[in-house]
């Protein structure tokens, strides 16, 4: 089966700083990705999406880095805010066939 | 903006306790799916359907049924309750297969318990 995970559970940052949460996955055939954002109690927002063809996409504050070498996927979230805390993570999918989900980075941004 | 709407919210169910989770969406979407979501784990999908009258099985259907009569509304329905049955459910839908450019957007979620 597929597998997607996460390098750390828990991240801590200081507000202002850059976040940096890591996804990895094992299917080297997958060639789209999203990051979603969960808070507590809520359902999952799409952030930021990437496709195999790239490897680096940007929106708001946010970056996400795809690397199809190590199979690995990283969101950068710049100037990190309050609000920002929540619990992050990735899915990955072959064109035509189900997402699968990782566990999930929760992030918590100190004041 | 309603996007995915799912009811209820909460519920608690007796073993044995029979109940249906509402699902609309109102983006006119032709994909559907349920999700559950358990502690420490990633969402794991439990049906899905690619239009109105279709459906089929994911990953953990057993114990579960669902249809889908019209494009908006895509019941879940849980027959006979199990402790293992207590989750967080999500209902999402996306407009075509997944892939490049149809993400999937997501309910806010039904906290089931079943004692």
């Known amino acids: 089966g597929e597998s997607v995970g996460l390098h750390l559970p828990t991240l801590s940052v200081q507000e202002g700083d850059n976040s940096i949460i890591n996804c990895a996955y094992s299917?080297?055939?997958?060639?789209?990705f999203i990051w979603y954002k969960q808070e507590s109690g809520k359902g999952p927002q799409f952030i930021i999406d990437i496709r195999s063809n790239m490897d680096k996409r940007q929106g708001q504050r946010v970056t996400v880095l795809l690397n199809k070498t190590v199979k690995h996927l990283s969101l950068q979230i710049a100037a990190t805010q309050p609000g920002d805390s929540a619990v992050y993570f990735c899915a990955e999918t072959t064109t035509g066939n189900q997402f699968y989900f990782g566990t999930g980075t929760s992030l918590t941004v100190i004041p | 903006n309603a996007g995915v709407t799912q009811t209820p919210k909460f519920r608690i169910l007796k073993i044995g306790q029979s109940m249906t989770l509402q699902c609309a969406q109102d983006?006119?979407?032709?994909?559907m799916y349920w999700y559950r979501q358990d502690p420490g784990m990633g969402l794991k999908l439990i049906y899905y359907?690619?239009?109105?009258?279709?459906?089929d099985k994911g990953e953990v259907p057993n114990g579960y049924n669902v249809s889908r009569s019209t494009t908006e509304d895509f019941p879940l329905r849980l027959e006979l309750a199990a402790p293992s049955q207590t989750s967080v459910y999500f209902c999402a839908s996306s407009y075509a297969r997944a892939g490049a450019g149809n993400t999937i957007y997501f309910g806010e979620g039904s906290w089931l318990t079943v004692v």
């Open positions: 983006m006119n979407h032709n994909y």
């Open positions: 359907s690619v239009g109105a009258g279709i459906t």
């Open positions: 299917n080297s055939a997958s060639d789209y």
